[in-house]
């Protein structure tokens, strides 16, 4: 077994609170329902689990509008439930990586709050990025930049007697103003609040927009069409500017003052980690964030946004394995988070061969196959729990769960919705509470009405129906997470095999010693291929008399060993 420090090898969880489990009845999740269903976690056999916010926030965008980074909103308990939460999972042996939202406050943020009160030129404005606006009288935003919520990104405030003030530069939605990290200020504050959840023994944080942090001096106007393409974020003034590393070099060191002090729970593995979301490109743009002295890792998004086809896929894994080999870092993989539609869902649209469209689907779209789309998501997620490296899992995708895809507008709580006027369905249709029974309100959710509406087909999906069950994706994904474990995959170097047929994608996992401990094979093509010699160890569908059916993965022990 590997020695290696465990952000390398991980598979981390992530708990969207809520949505995951509701203790209190309110219809919304909450930090003792999230205790309370632990043992789940356990039982499935990942590493760790990543909570998204539960601090106090309006909630605007789902809690990463913050307004006080230090405590729990009463929506979601008490940092007293906090601290029981944290002490069950490292009873049950698993790590907790919480969220840290560092370029954006929410508007009810005290900081914004006086700001606001305080006028131009001030201390308390020096925080956040304030501008006079351009044109004779102002009235025109300071630059051109677009809110990723769609329209301008920047707010015009009123002054204190009534007539227009300056702007304020807000990359998401209004109520999320932009720290200026140019402010010492803002380093102290944010280096403060990682610090006091590692006192309350978190493992790691996940950095919301990683990458958004620095923008470039004197806030020129973007190319916005490559803003849209995403391929170049290194040449657009507000993303990935050089001084975002020098933010990143200090929390390394900071979170490394940590090393030890929980070794009664870890032994000698006792690192605190920390991921970036960063959607960055190209990937050499985004291994600078994981060279030695700043972040362990950030998430993959390119494996995530490839079509689902041989070619695309054997380049992304080429080009991600070797972008951060070239740094020393692990790669991560995802293939659903609460941002982008679940791969379930995405993976059964009719382009999915094509492309890889992450926006919510609405009632008025072209709905997935939701056969194709299981079949293929489980044999994506086999696929991607044998690569080298950590891998991240989005709550009930190891039920199978696909999106709500008919969410009618009214329910709709995304901000991207209303800000484009309707023409971007949003994201609320992967946020549906999570069922925990086949009956009842809101299938074992909670005691209330869940805050989105449940799809009929989550009440077969329930873990209920599921365990033990022969097939089920839940058993399905035990077995990948316990197989993976007990040969070390995370820890291997892989090799494609070159016997592979076309539209097969065939590789070999090896281990310190050069020893081969596994290949997995999965068949793109539309007809079954051959299975190789070989005990099968795992198989995300049925097989075919003795070969492996279209969009279905296998592990198997290679032959001799
Ligand atoms: C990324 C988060 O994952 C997303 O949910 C949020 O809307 C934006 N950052 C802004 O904080």
């Known amino acids: 077994m590997s020695n290696q420090p465990w952000w390398r090898h991980a598979v981390i969880y992530q708990v969207y609170p809520r949505s995951w489990a509701d203790a209190d009845g309110d219809g919304l999740g909450d930090l003792p329902g999230i205790t309370s269903r632990l043992e789940h976690l356990a039982d499935l056999g990942v590493d760790a689990l990543w909570l998204s916010p539960f601090y106090v926030s309006p909630q605007n965008d789902g809690g990463y509008d913050v307004a006080d980074f230090r405590d729990v909103d009463p929506l979601f308990g008490t940092l007293a439930d906090f601290d029981a939460l944290v002490e069950r999972a490292h009873d049950l042996g698993l790590r907790v990586v919480v969220d840290v939202v560092p370029n954006h406050t929410s508007s009810e943020h005290p900081w914004f709050q006086a700001a606001l009160a305080a006028g131009p030129g001030s201390p308390e404005r020096a925080r956040y990025v304030f501008r006079p606006g351009r044109g004779d009288d102002g009235s025109e935003p300071p630059n051109n930049w677009q809110s990723k919520f769609d329209g301008p990104a920047w707010t015009r405030t009123t002054d204190p007697d009534g007539s227009p003030g300056e702007w304020y530069l807000h990359l998401f939605d209004s109520s999320q103003p932009d720290l200026d990290w140019t402010n010492p200020e803002v380093h102290a504050e944010l280096e403060s609040v990682l610090r006091f959840w590692l006192d309350q023994g978190v493992d790691g944080f996940r950095i919301d927009v990683a990458h958004g942090l620095v923008k470039a001096d004197g806030l020129p106007d973007a190319d916005l069409a490559l803003d849209e393409t995403r391929d170049r974020s290194s040449l657009l003034p507000m993303w990935d500017q050089p001084g975002v590393h020098d933010v990143y070099r200090r929390w390394r060191a900071l979170v490394e003052e940590y090393r030890g002090t929980q070794t009664a729970l870890w032994g000698e593995d006792d690192d605190r980690m920390l991921c970036g979301e960063a959607w960055v490109q190209p990937a050499e743009a985004l291994a600078a964030y994981v060279r030695p002295d700043e972040l362990h890792q950030t998430f993959n998004f390119s494996f995530l946004m490839t079509p689902w086809r041989a070619d695309a896929l054997r380049a992304s894994v080429d080009d991600a394995l070797a972008r951060a080999g070239a740094v020393g870092a692990p790669q991560t993989w995802v293939l659903s988070n609460h941002d982008?539609?679940?791969?379930?869902?995405?993976?059964?649209?009719?382009?999915?061969?094509?492309?890889?469209?992450?926006?919510?689907?609405?009632?008025?779209?072209?709905?997935?196959?939701?056969?194709?789309?299981?079949?293929?998501?489980?044999?994506?997620?086999?696929?991607?729990?044998?690569?080298?490296?950590?891998?991240?899992?989005?709550?009930?995708?190891?039920?199978?769960?696909?999106?709500?895809?008919?969410?009618?507008?009214?329910?709709?709580?995304?901000?991207?919705?209303?800000?484009?006027?309707?023409?971007?369905?949003?994201?609320?249709?992967?946020?549906?509470?999570?069922?925990?029974?086949?009956?009842?309100?809101?299938?074992?959710?909670?005691?209330?009405?869940?805050?989105?509406?449940?799809?009929?087909?989550?009440?077969?999906?329930?873990?209920?129906?599921?365990?033990?069950?022969?097939?089920?994706?839940?058993?399905?994904?035990?077995?990948?997470?316990?197989?993976?474990?007990?040969?070390?995959?995370?820890?291997?170097?892989?090799?494609?095999?070159?016997?592979?047929?076309?539209?097969?994608?065939?590789?070999?996992?090896?281990?310190?010693?050069?020893?081969?401990?596994?290949?997995?094979?999965?068949?793109?093509?539309?007809?079954?291929?051959?299975?190789?010699?070989?005990?099968?160890?795992?198989?995300?569908?049925?097989?075919?008399?003795?070969?492996?059916?279209?969009?279905?993965?296998?592990?198997?022990?290679?032959?001799?060993?």
Do not use: K
């Not at 995405?346 to 997935?368: M, W």
């Open 340 to 561: 982008v539609g679940r791969h379930a869902t995405r993976l059964g649209r009719s382009d999915a061969t094509q492309v890889a469209e992450v926006e919510g689907i609405g009632p008025h779209d072209e709905q997935p196959d939701p056969v194709l789309g299981l079949r293929r998501a489980r044999a994506a997620t086999a696929l991607m729990l044998a690569l080298p490296g950590s891998a991240y899992l989005y709550q009930g995708e190891e039920l199978g769960l696909p999106d709500h895809t008919r969410l009618p507008d009214e329910v709709l709580q995304d901000p991207t919705f209303a800000r484009s006027g309707g023409t971007r369905h949003g994201r609320d249709g992967c946020r549906v509470p999570v069922p925990w029974a086949s009956d009842g309100p809101s299938l074992g959710f909670g005691p209330g009405e869940p805050w989105l509406p449940q799809p009929p087909e989550y009440a077969d999906l329930a873990p209920g129906r599921q365990r033990g069950a022969e097939g089920s994706t839940l058993e399905l994904y035990r077995r990948l997470l316990r197989v993976r474990r007990e040969l070390g995959l995370g820890t291997t170097t892989l090799a494609w095999l070159p016997d592979a047929p076309p539209d097969v994608l065939a590789l070999r996992l090896v281990d310190a010693d050069g020893v081969p401990v596994a290949e997995v094979r999965t068949n793109l093509s539309d007809a079954p291929v051959p299975l190789p010699a070989g005990e099968v160890l795992v198989a995300s569908g049925d097989l075919d008399d003795g070969r492996l059916p279209s969009d279905t993965t296998v592990w198997t022990r290679p032959a001799g060993s």
